[in-house]
């Protein structure tokens, strides 16, 4: 589970660091730090489960990032920002969905509250574009070959990783607990997950003596407990089942982590001959970790005859191929992926970086527009490197600089940043006006004047 890290500091220090799904070294973060997963169904299954939460509790959904941290502690933690990251811990630990939409609506109460708005506006608009900026990986480098980034991830630094674990007060808690309560009500969701993961925290805290993240950040008072415990009786939609698909989705996103994070106990736990879908699923990607690439190929074709429509399928085979050398396959596979699920920036990333992987020059320009589409919502550095050697490959020096440049841009190094941008519209063609555009717009925004600006 390799990291290639770069220690960038702007307004918040972050380590923005990429993981690759499954190779073969690892860096661990500093001291205080813990790396966010990036996985594109897990991060939509997130945002499926939030989406009547924004709606009970009026936050536009667009305004919302949803993470995995990847710590075995039992935690969750909101910014300023709208971003909510949410523990491996609390993924593999949870019983049901509801589980974790208790904890989304309670997240969602702080924003909601304002418990955050003590952070500043830099740091909010620091946090939110880097955490995509290093989350989806710089995972071309060489140590890695590999262009994917189904799972990737960076290290909060430890001014977000620890002082954004917000010591809220009890009364804060008791307040967010309320809020959670009725955006769950008006969405329609069982109040019992919540109780359940409190009560949970509890038990653990009681054995483990300080407990979880959680439990000590948000502690949970006597009149907190009657509070959810009333609400559990009250609610009409305590008991209420979840859908089975989502609750089989949930599973198998469950038994993915699982077998990513611990695969060598996945493996000695779960044998090959288990017909679970949501089993086999995880040996996938337990054995792609462990290196046994053929064995992983078998599993995730079996599935792929059960699930021929499965897109998450798909890009775990483009993975495994990807990492074997095999680019030309692994394009099929992520094409596949994207076609089955257009609405993944992550499928895209990696979709387009197993393009470049071909050095095909039309393979290329179909990665570029990949690439484009990726950058119409997110900021992404790892986007911006894939765009530099594409365009580095065909010639357009100040299209490649530009990019370079807004790489750098969302690294925070605002010097470098600016001399790539003056470089870029010196380089860029008379004709190409939204290029010297951009380049110019750089160097307004670092404060500095454009080149047309200072001939004189």
Same mark, same amino acid.
Request: aromatic content about 6%; hydrophobic content about 45%.
């Given at each position: ?130 955490? $995509? ?50 955006? +769950? ?29 959680? $439990? ?19 609610? /009409? ?113 990696? $979709? ?31 986007? $911006? ?15 490649? +600089? ?48 454009? /080149? ?5």
């Amino acid at each position: 589970m390799p990291k290639l890290c770069s220690v960038v500091r702007v307004v918040v220090l972050v380590v923005a660091c990429g993981v690759a799904f499954g190779a073969t070294l690892f860096v661990a973060p500093e001291a205080g730090a813990q790396a966010i997963l990036r996985d594109a169904e897990t991060e939509l299954f997130l945002q499926e489960i939030s989406a009547p939460l924004y709606k009970a509790s009026r936050i536009q959904a667009d305004r919302v990032q949803l993470y995995v941290e990847d710590s075995d502690a039992i935690n969750a933690f909101a910014t300023a920002s709208h971003l909510i990251v949410l523990s491996a811990g609390l993924m593999e630990t949870a019983t049901d969905p509801t589980d974790l939409q208790g904890v989304l609506a309670h997240e969602i109460g702080h924003i909601v509250a304002g418990h955050h708005v003590a952070a500043s506006q830099a740091r909010s608009q620091a946090e939110r574009r880097y955490l $995509w900026a290093a989350a989806a990986g710089l995972v071309l480098a060489g140590v890695t070959q590999d262009a994917s980034a189904a799972i990737a991830g960076t290290s909060l630094g430890q001014e977000v990783a620890v002082k954004g674990y917000l010591a809220h007060s009890r009364a804060n808690e008791q307040a967010a607990d309320q809020a959670a309560l009725s955006f +769950l009500r008006r969405a329609m969701v069982s109040p019992e997950g919540l109780l359940r993961v409190n009560q949970r925290l509890k038990e653990r805290g009681e054995l483990l003596g300080e407990g979880d993240i959680y $439990w000590r950040t948000h502690p949970l008072s006597s009149e907190r407990v009657t509070l959810l415990r009333n609400e559990v009786q009250s609610s /009409p939609y305590t008991g209420r089942q979840t859908a089975p698909e989502l609750a089989e989705q949930f599973r198998r996103i469950q038994k993915k982590l699982i077998g990513f994070r611990h695969y060598k106990e996945f493996l000695q736990q779960h044998g090959a001959d288990n017909p679970d879908i949501a089993i086999r699923y995880g040996r996938a990607l337990a054995l792609m970790r462990d290196n046994r690439f053929a064995a992983a190929l078998e599993v995730i074709s079996g599935l792929l005859e059960q699930e021929p429509e499965n897109p998450y399928f798909h890009e775990v085979r483009g993975q495994v191929l990807h990492m074997t050398g095999n680019a030309a396959e692994a394009v099929e596979a992520y094409a596949e992926s994207v076609r089955l699920q257009p609405d993944a920036p992550l499928l895209r990333l990696a $979709w387009a970086g197993s393009l470049l992987a071909t050095q095909d020059e039309q393979n290329d320009t179909l990665a570029l527009r990949q690439l484009r589409i990726v950058q119409e919502s997110e900021d992404s550095a790892h986007a $911006w490197r894939l765009t530099q050697l594409a365009y580095a490959r065909s010639g357009r020096e100040g299209r490649a +600089l530009l990019a370079q440049s807004e790489r750098s841009l969302l690294e925070g190094r605002k010097a470098e940043a600016a001399a790539l941008a003056r470089r870029a519209y010196e380089a860029l063609p008379e004709d190409d006006g939204p290029g010297k555009f951009r380049a110019s717009d750089i160097l307004n925004l670092l404060g500095e004047a454009p /080149p047309e600006d200072s001939k004189d």
